[in-house]
């Protein structure tokens, strides 16, 4: 069973950047999409940023578009979030996840990392 463990959030003024991390154990994240969620308090968890591990393509949405970047290193096993231009509106917890398939529906994740918080002060 795939263990994925999120790192990278802290607290950063508005305009700032961060980049977090997703690590994996267990198993590779070769045949999966890999994505990042968020969820900010009292709503609902929300997709960020999709990779598919099989072709590279990469998918936003529409909210974080040109201003965040999912890539991946292949030799260390981890899939990175590079956040810049942050708005307070950013401040969530940040989720790492997979799935055989992409979608931007939180439910049909089944493997989640413990999350990392990202708080962005104006």
């Known amino acids: 069973q795939v263990q994925l463990v999120e790192s990278g959030g802290g607290l950063v003024q508005a305009g700032g950047s961060l980049r977090l991390s997703c690590a994996a154990s267990g198993r590779t994240f070769g045949g999966y999409f890999m994505g990042w969620f968020r969820q900010a308090p009292g709503k609902e968890r929300e997709f960020v940023a999709a990779?598919?591990?099989?072709?590279?393509?990469?998918y936003y949405a529409d909210s974080v578009k040109g201003r965040f970047t999912i890539s991946r290193d292949n030799a260390k096993n981890l899939v990175y979030l590079q956040m810049k231009s942050l708005k307070v509106e950013d401040t969530a917890v940040y989720y790492c996840t997979r799935n055989r398939y992409l979608t931007r529906n939180y439910r049909a994740y089944d493997t989640w990392g413990q999350g990392t918080q990202v708080t962005v002060s104006s």
């Open positions: 990779l598919n591990w099989s072709d590279n393509s990469t």
